[in-house]
């Protein structure tokens, strides 16, 4: 039996992290289709941003995550999801940027919403690999 090539492994790593990435976000997607975005439009407004963009959550947490798991314009999704995830830190958790988490075992109070956006931003620079629609190496 032949050892797996480094670039097969390279290639497998990317479908795992893009999936992956994905589906975590699929399920914040799939809790806003049921329970909606109202809540992030006063959000917006204390900020000076129109409420309307409360709705590029869909894309971001719903369409996004989709184009990842079927590889198509992975690059593009993925800057989506960090785009996303800048504004829920921003929007949402700025105050706890620089905290621990006493809940989290002492760990970084937004460590989950952190670790997506690293993640979207590595997918955004590594690209889907070949297994998706797009069959593209980088």
């Known amino acids: 039996m032949s050892k797996p090539s480094v670039q097969h492994t390279d290639d497998f790593g990317k479908l795992l992290l893009r999936v992956t990435l994905a589906g975590i ?5 799939v ?13 917006l407004a204390q900020v000076g941003l129109p409420g309307a963009l409360a709705d590029g959550t869909y894309l971001a947490e719903v369409v996004a995550p989709l184009l990842l798991i079927v590889g198509y314009r992975v690059r593009l ?14 929007l949402v958790l700025r105050h706890q940027i620089f905290a621990l988490s006493p809940t989290a075992g002492g760990g ?8 997506i956006l690293l993640a979207a931003i590595s997918v955004a620079l590594l690209g889907g690999g070949p297994y998706g629609i797009d ?3 980088a």
């Open 25 to 29: 976000l699929l399920f914040h997607g």
């Open 31 to 43: 809790y806003k289709l049921t329970h909606g975005v109202e809540w992030i439009k006063p959000r």
């Open 77 to 90: 999704a993925a800057l989506i999801i960090a785009f996303d995830m800048c504004m829920a830190i921003g």
């Open 108 to 115: 970084w109070a937004i460590e989950l919403q952190a670790l």
């Open 135 to 137: 069959r593209r190496k």
